[in-house]
């Protein structure tokens, strides 16, 4: 008994021992995923990857090993058009997959890569969460076109550009499109800025004297015989068949001062640049003091004010109620109306209401550089290029500003703002670089700055602050044509703008993005554009009487 006992007793301890010493089978795995996405060893935060080389390694780790099988159906590798073939080989027991494609992916181009939820684990548990990849590809760095001059550069540029405003110019008014897709819809604004682009062609040769003559004479005999006017000024839009005037918005339905000066610093160029007997030249001249000397500034002043106002309505009066202060586009305004022969504006309303008696002054520092005037940042670009198309601003102070200080400090902020990139978008750069208000893939147009950024680049921001950036100006237009010549160089120049970090390229051309790149690059060449407005005896006396010096004056 005592024997079956022990022997009892060792029996039970071999089998505790036994027992001890097996392991318990491994349940089986409960999940399958992603624990890392590596494309070239570099992850981001997010599953979209930008600047993307074109023979990408791209490395996928997962929660265990994979099963072989599963990855043609469980992995698709997609381009805008078509698959992408790629060769798959694993690492790290087969927990890692490495996929290359065959053949080198395509620049600037948006491919997606997709791991499904059929994809597997050798254990066959599918994959959970499916996971999707967006890459977009870098830049090709290859040129596009033939190597140029910078000055055959500039040729091409100028003259490709004017194509907008000459074969796509209205065909009876003559008077600029707002944009390529505008019908009969004609700009005020626009329309000076395609004089003075007519101008800038007839000094390159691209036309002749007399076809920019027969030209322009039929845009301001339309401006004079078939156009409202509201006490001098015209609307921001005109039919360009009728003249009619079509409202901006509901009140917007009459006179804007801002649009109308810049037709007439357009106009006064004109009226300089044609200074022969020649009967139709004299003819010319006439009707442009006609419409010059018709505008009522002091009307505008909504009751005596010392401030102009942007619009009126005949129905709406100034509800619109508007001010034109600095610092922005606008100060063209007060130039031509202390200049006028007819009505001219006192000093006091030049000093409280354009330079607010000195409150527009900024003096802080951005990027390194001091900023006279105007907003934090500069605000978009196109502040340093409307008014400035005339009026030279070389030399140019008054008890607020040096004026060329303040367009230098504000290209060159906008541009260290884009060689920073801050907001880290794709294709931002030293060459690359110009915010400006334009078309938008977001918002369908938006006054792009520094303080509104949204990835949307502007040829006109860089190429018409050539005179201020001359350097990072060249850079970018060579950047523009040579490398993105096959994206954004269309039939009327530049397209109006573009978004890399979206692979978004504007259809469009708009008149005051295209006009400001010929007249800039011409100041730039040859000061022409300055050279005739600043020669207009009364924007001499006008300018000098609300306190500007210049040795142009």
Same mark, same amino acid.
Request: proline fraction near 5%; hydrophobic fraction near 40%.
């Given at each position: 008994?005592?024997?079956?006992?022990?022997?009892?007793?060792?029996?039970?301890?071999?089998?505790?021992?036994?027992?001890?010493?097996?392991?318990?089978?491994?349940?089986?795995?409960?999940?399958?995923?992603?624990?890392?996405?590596?494309?070239?060893?570099?992850?981001?935060?997010?599953?979209?990857?930008?600047?993307?080389?074109?023979?990408?390694?791209?490395?996928?780790?997962?929660?265990?090993?994979?099963?072989?099988?599963?990855?043609?159906?469980?992995?698709?590798?997609?381009?805008?058009?078509?698959?992408?073939?790629?060769?798959?080989?694993?690492?790290?027991?087969?927990?890692?997959?490495?996929?290359?494609? +065959?053949?080198?992916?395509?620049?600037?181009?948006?491919?997606?890569?997709?791991?499904?939820?059929?994809?597997?684990?050798?254990?066959?548990?599918?994959?959970?969460?499916?996971?999707?990849?967006?890459?977009?590809?870098?830049?090709?760095?290859?040129?596009?076109?033939?190597?140029? +001059?910078?000055?055959?550069?500039?040729?091409?540029?100028?003259?490709?550009?004017?194509?907008?405003?000459?074969?796509?110019?209205?065909?009876?008014?003559?008077?600029?499109?707002?944009?390529?897709?505008?019908?009969?819809?004609?700009?005020?604004?626009?329309?000076?800025?395609?004089?003075?682009?007519?101008?800038?062609?007839?000094?390159?040769?691209? $036309?002749? %004297?007399?076809? &920019?003559?027969?030209?322009?004479?039929?845009?301001?005999?339309?401006?004079?015989?078939?156009?409202?006017?509201?006490?001098?000024?015209?609307?921001?839009? $005109?039919?360009?068949?009728?003249?009619?005037?079509?409202?901006?918005?509901?009140?917007?339905?009459?006179?804007?001062?801002?649009?109308?000066?810049?037709?007439?610093?357009?106009?006064?160029?004109?009226?300089?640049?044609?200074?022969?007997?020649?009967?139709?030249?004299?003819?010319?001249?006439?009707?442009? *003091?006609?419409?010059?000397?018709?505008?009522?500034?002091?009307?505008?002043?909504?009751?005596?004010?010392?401030?102009?106002?942007?619009?009126?309505?005949?129905?709406?009066?100034?509800?619109?109620?508007?001010?034109?202060?600095?610092?922005?586009?606008?100060? $063209?305004?007060?130039?031509?109306?202390?200049?006028?022969?007819?009505?001219?504006?006192? %000093?006091?309303?030049?000093?409280?209401?354009?330079?607010?008696?000195?409150?527009?002054?900024?003096?802080?520092?951005?990027?390194?550089?001091?900023?006279?005037?105007?907003?934090?940042? &500069?605000?978009?670009?196109?502040?340093?290029?409307?008014?400035?198309?005339?009026? *030279?601003?070389?030399?140019?102070?008054?008890?607020?500003?040096?004026?060329?200080?303040?367009?230098?400090?504000?290209?060159?902020?906008?541009?260290?703002?884009?060689?920073?990139?801050?907001?880290?978008?794709?294709?931002?750069?030293?060459?690359?670089?110009?915010? +400006?208000?334009?078309?938008?893939?977001?918002?369908?147009?938006?006054?792009?700055?520094?303080?509104?950024?949204? &990835?949307?680049?502007?040829?006109?921001?860089?190429?018409?602050?050539?005179?201020?950036?001359?350097?990072?100006?060249?850079?970018?237009?060579?950047?523009?044509?040579?490398?993105?010549?096959?994206?954004?160089?269309?039939?009327?120049?530049?397209?109006?703008?573009?978004?890399?970090?979206?692979?978004?390229?504007?259809?469009?051309?708009?008149?005051?993005?295209?006009?400001?790149?010929?007249?800039?690059?011409?100041?730039?060449?040859?000061?022409?554009?300055?050279?005739?407005?600043?020669?207009?005896?009364?924007?001499?006396?006008?300018?000098?009487?609300? &306190?500007?010096?210049?040795?142009?004056?």
């Amino acid at each position: 008994m005592k024997k079956y006992l022990l022997l009892l007793m060792c029996t039970c301890v071999f089998a505790a021992c036994n027992k001890s010493n097996t392991p318990d089978p491994a349940p089986p795995p409960s999940a399958f995923h992603i624990n890392s996405f590596k494309i070239n060893e570099q992850t981001t935060g997010s599953n979209s990857f930008t600047n993307v080389a074109f023979n990408p390694v791209i490395k996928v780790s997962f929660s265990a090993p994979v099963d072989h099988a599963s990855v043609n159906g469980g992995v698709t590798f997609q381009s805008p058009v078509a698959g992408v073939p790629y060769n798959v080989s694993y690492a790290n027991n087969d927990s890692t997959i490495v996929l290359q494609p +065959t053949t080198a992916l395509l620049a600037l181009t948006k491919y997606t890569l997709v791991f499904s939820g059929t994809l597997q684990s050798s254990q066959k548990i599918n994959l959970s969460p499916a996971f999707a990849a967006t890459i977009i590809t870098g830049i090709d760095s290859t040129d596009k076109f033939p190597q140029l +001059t910078d000055n055959q550069l500039l040729d091409l540029v100028q003259k490709q550009t004017f194509t907008y405003f000459w074969d796509f110019g209205h065909p009876v008014s003559g008077m600029a499109r707002e944009r390529n897709t505008s019908g009969d819809v004609v700009t005020t604004g626009g329309t000076g800025f395609s004089v003075m682009g007519i101008i800038a062609a007839m000094n390159r040769n691209f $036309i002749t %004297r007399g076809q &920019g003559l027969a030209r322009i004479n039929t845009i301001v005999n339309f401006l004079k015989n078939n156009c409202t006017r509201y006490h001098g000024a015209f609307p921001h839009w $005109i039919n360009g068949t009728t003249g009619i005037t079509i409202p901006f918005s509901t009140k917007d339905d009459g006179a804007d001062l801002v649009e109308t000066s810049y037709l007439m610093q357009g106009l006064l160029c004109a009226r300089q640049y044609f200074s022969t007997a020649d009967p139709v030249e004299t003819s010319l001249r006439t009707n442009i *003091n006609i419409l010059w000397n018709g505008i009522e500034w002091n009307w505008f002043r909504q009751g005596g004010q010392n401030i102009l106002y942007w619009h009126w309505s005949p129905n709406y009066n100034f509800q619109i109620n508007a001010q034109i202060r600095g610092w922005d586009e606008a100060l $063209i305004v007060y130039a031509l109306a202390a200049s006028s022969n007819t009505d001219s504006i006192p %000093r006091i309303v030049y000093d409280n209401g354009w330079a607010g008696n000195g409150s527009e002054k900024n003096g802080g520092t951005y990027f390194g550089i001091q900023l006279p005037l105007g907003p934090s940042n &500069g605000g978009p670009l196109f502040f340093a290029h409307y008014s400035f198309l005339g009026i *030279n601003p070389h030399n140019l102070t008054d008890q607020y500003a040096d004026y060329f200080a303040q367009n230098v400090a504000h290209s060159l902020i906008n541009y260290n703002y884009c060689k920073a990139n801050p907001a880290g978008y794709f294709g931002y750069s030293y060459l690359c670089w110009g915010l +400006t208000a334009s078309d938008d893939d977001l918002h369908g147009y938006a006054a792009h700055e520094p303080n509104n950024d949204d &990835g949307v680049i502007s040829p006109t921001a860089a190429i018409s602050s050539l005179p201020y950036t001359p350097t990072e100006s060249m850079n970018a237009l060579r950047f523009f044509y040579f490398k993105l010549g096959d994206k954004i160089w269309k039939q009327y120049g530049f397209v109006d703008a573009f978004c890399l970090s979206r692979l978004w390229y504007a259809d469009s051309f708009l008149a005051i993005d295209q006009g400001p790149q010929i007249v800039m690059i011409e100041n730039y060449r040859s000061s022409l554009l300055w050279n005739l407005f600043m020669s207009c005896p009364e924007i001499k006396r006008g300018m000098k009487h609300i &306190g500007f010096q210049s040795p142009n004056l």
